[in-house]
């Protein structure tokens, strides 16, 4: 789906900037409104073009392939993306303000829409269950997973800009070549947590198999991890991944091979 939103986008980029962002907007902001007509998905899937309504929009299964992201609302994510980056042109102050005011603005509007489950995701939160707050709908990705994952960044990018020292050094690697470290850590993850069952729970090393995340078997007794295991891991894999990043963001600052652009 990212490659096929690339491709989309080398089309969009064609129109003028206004128009680019407007499409943008319009995807996320309006793609939910699918929520509001019923039996929609299952007359789609049940169509003849159902392939293509599940790789544009309702995602599933077709044939052996599970399809969990999709084109919308990711094309509209990044024709915003595209948009964004001109506001790099401005100057750093004038930057600051809009970065705050659409960063905030997001995290606001999540708040209200979420509270009150007006719009924006199809499942809605319970009172009882105060941590579904925070789990709006990430298959398709919902205007609310939206507001509430890409606002906080837009509104910490001032912030960020500001930092500096051995640390903010150690992150600007990632930063240089994120896919190369997208496509690493997805394997590298499911090899620690191989590792991790192997030690703790090995009954559970068949369950990692399984058919994840689309239907996964029941967990198995014992496996559930503790946060502080998954932080663990989390802190492993990002230390791991630092070294082949570093050599990898030399090798294109070395070099100018067209396929280097890409990773």
């Not at 960044?153 to 240089?176: K, N, S």
């Not at 947590?193 to 198995?220: D, M």
Request: proline share 9%; net charge positive.
């Amino acid at each position: 789906m990212l490659g096929w939103c690339m491709i989309l986008l080398a089309l969009l980029i064609r129109l003028p900037l206004w128009a680019v962002s407007a499409f943008g907007l319009s995807v996320v902001a309006l793609h939910n409104l699918t929520d509001l007509i019923p039996h929609l998905a299952d007359t789609a899937q049940r169509s003849a073009a159902a392939p293509l309504w599940q790789l544009l929009y309702f995602g599933g299964a077709i044939g052996p392939l599970a399809v969990l992201y999709v084109i919308v609302p990711w094309i509209g994510v990044m024709a915003l993306g595209y948009a964004f980056g001109s506001w790099f042109e401005r100057s750093p102050a004038a930057r600051r303000k809009r970065c705050l005011a659409w960063g905030v603005g997001a995290m606001l509007l999540f708040l209200v829409l979420r509270a009150f489950n007006l719009y924006g995701d199809p499942r809605p939160w319970n009172p009882e269950r105060p941590l579904s707050f925070l789990a709006p709908n990430k298959y398709p990705a919902s205007l609310l997973f939206l507001l509430m994952t890409l606002g906080p960044i837009v509104a910490l990018v001032p912030l960020l800009e500001q930092a500096r020292g051995w640390w903010t050094d150690r992150l600007a690697v990632f930063g240089r070549v994120p896919l190369f470290y997208y496509l690493l850590h997805i394997p590298l993850i499911h090899g620690l947590a191989l590792l991790a069952a192997l030690v703790r729970s090995p009954q559970a090393l068949s369950w990692l198999f399984g058919n994840h995340p689309v239907a996964p078997p029941e967990v198995p007794p014992n496996y559930r991890w503790s946060l502080g295991l998954l932080y663990l891991v989390f802190a492993l894999t990002v230390t791991l991944l630092y070294f082949p990043c570093k050599w990898f963001a030399g090798l294109k600052a070395r070099r100018s091979d067209p396929w280097l652009r890409y990773l």
